[in-house]
């Protein structure tokens, strides 16, 4: 299937090579608007007449400067993102917005492009979302929705019209209605979860329209035959999964993630923005209450998520990714493993760093062991030899 | 000054069991008497009760007459008894790994640790409410264990950071802290005044509230009057390990008559002593600090290099967030004035740049000639940075604050002799 391989094959390629669009987008004039993190709304982004790109970390890259710098108990995520803006892979931007979960770097690069370090380093704006529902906060999210608005107007030189705005969300909530679609055949088993994760992730680095018609020519190609019965596995994961290590090889050992709670995969679309309220009161909805991030959206929700996917019947087991930079997941987990033992649910926990060669040995190893238990009880039950 | 092992070996004893201060041992048996009351009133009368972080406005409970603890100075009396690696292991059996911030959550331990009954002070009783910061998800997870209310406070970010935020503290405050992030601060506290009054049964008498704003900042002025002693006097009056203890001891019930008459104890005792020459250490040679937390769960270590080299500990973040953090001047609304007195503190201390700044400032202030900086806290490379290139060498000290299970007391010794003979010594020559 020729168009299949072309639809994939590219938004695999800009899943693999994240700067290749921005790349493109620039050598035809356009103008980029980097975010830092998920909660940045794309969509003002689009409306203001910029390429919106999200800035990924790269653990794999040796972060020489950022250890210079920065201190172990920050998280490796930030490590990884000042590295990238030491090596100026920013200094194509025009403007870099960063959500709330990423004020320490914000902090760092302030001050070391103070000390005149980082020359080529574009103007930061701080988006201090608190993704919350208290009332209390309200008044603050309208007003920093507000902020970034005008502040991308400034950079634009025009104001952003309704007009533009609206085609902007329509555009966005396009994406997401097929990354949804993807979600609902990737749970009935017709697609890996590391293609589901390249083909979610390539979102965030492509124009939206380029994106949407790319995942929808896919999800057009791929009613094909389910794969082989194999454990239906849902992941959870304290850190931010930029890449596909975890996916890999807990399908190589003979496993199949249905969902992960993280936003570079399942969590990535949430609903759409709504198109019956006003733009601005529609987008602060949407970001502060319906978009996953590192850690901080509303961690009810997140919770409820997880506990209601892992009690699926389809769920044939749960692998917490708990590395150990970790400082606020794990507080949760004993809860979260207690519901599951309740449940009987089979459950693996992975401590160690994936992102090292050690930690993918462990990891490759535990999952094998795990998968083997899954298959094993599964005879059990079924009272016959395989 | 040399002296033979036997004298050098009294020396050490009577170093150990010496407390310099009167007002340590005030300060002590207040406590005591202090939390004995307050178990008693809980326990026994079912008053309602309160557990708060570090940077929550207890003057609101205070204005309340809501019995309350937080949860880090409980912490500090647990490392300071020594029980912080068996607390940690503890809630290492619960499931909550050991990479996971031991900071505040030692104190939830002894509250749910059923079966050791050998607890700090006889242990911490169950809270009917619980405010701490958004992002401390271990008091969250705890007050939902025990079925208190929970208050948290989402923290805005600093987005227009000032170096020398310490000189515009006291009337600046609404520029240095930002009139939006005050204000949802101050949406924040309503809430949480509203929990609280749930709880007391009474509404807040805000005449009362600005009375207690008010005698924080009298207090605090009273250690800006010690810091100053400190940092002027020939030698070190009072050990570092005494001030930490009387200024937090003192700063976890700021507000109260006790807590500003205790420090108005403090800075007279400190005063007397500078005036009369009576030093921590007589035969000072080397001043140093602490950048960063302070080591809580040793705080005598230190004495050993008093003997060894007449190095002495002169300084302390402590002491000086006191002085420079709190003091808010010039309020028409006392909450508010609360508002900006939390809406940055401590994170002031860890900020790029202004961690530094400050850092290099209490450096000069204090005439130290290098520092101790313990591993894990955010923003110390930075300042430990910053120190180094004004001269102050500094050392990366490789251990928890507060959880004992790190300590290894010949390799550490073997460690701080090694900076003080190689990087100090040859620093202070220059
Ligand atoms: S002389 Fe100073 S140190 Fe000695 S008892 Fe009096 S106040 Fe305390
Ligand atoms: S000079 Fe210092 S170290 Fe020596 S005995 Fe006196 S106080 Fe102790």
Redesign the pocket.
Known sequence: MPLEAGHFAKLKAHYTDRARAMKQARAQGGRIVARVGSAVPAELILAAGFMPVLVAADRSRAAPTAAKYIDDVVPPETHALFEAAAQGDFDEVELLVLSRVYDKLYFYLKEIYRQGLLPGLPPLHMFDLMQNRRAALTRYNEDRLLDLRLRLERAAGAPISDAALREAIVLCNRARAAQRALLDLRWQGHIDGEAAMQAIGAGYFMHPADYAEALEGYLAQLHAGKGAARPRLLLATAEPLTHTTLHEAVERAGGRIVAEDDWWGARAPGGDVSLDLPPMEALLAKYCFDTATADSYPVEDRLAWFEEAAQRSDVDGVIFYIPPSDLQYGWDYPRLRARLQEQAKPFLLIRQDASTSSGRVHLAEEAANFIGQIRGSRVDKAGAAP | ?S?NPEDRES?RKR?EAQTQLDVSRTLRAYQKQWFANLRREVIEEGRPFAISGPNVPHEIWEALDIPFITDVWYTGLVAARRQSGYYSDFLTREGYHENLSRYSALTWAVLLDEENTDKPWGGVPRPSLVCTSQQDRSAAVMAARVGAVFVPLETPVLDKPQLDWWKRSRWQWEDLDGEHRIDVMLEQYRELVSASEAIAGKKLDIDLLREIVDRVNRQEELFDEVRDIIATAPKLPVRLGEVMSQVMGIQWHRGTEWAYEQARAFRDEVKHRADNQMWA???EQYRLMYVGQGLWQNLGFFTEF??KY?AVFVRSNYLSIAVDGYIRYGAKDPLRALASRYVTMSEQMHIPGLGSAWAIEEARRNRVVGGLSIRGWWGGKMINLALEEEGIPILDFPVDAVDGNTWDQARISALVSDFIENRVIPAARR
Do not use: A, D, K, Q
Request: hydrophobic share 20%; proline share 10%; net charge negative.
């Open positions: 000054m002296m020396s170093h250490c007589p035969n008093e003997e007449g």
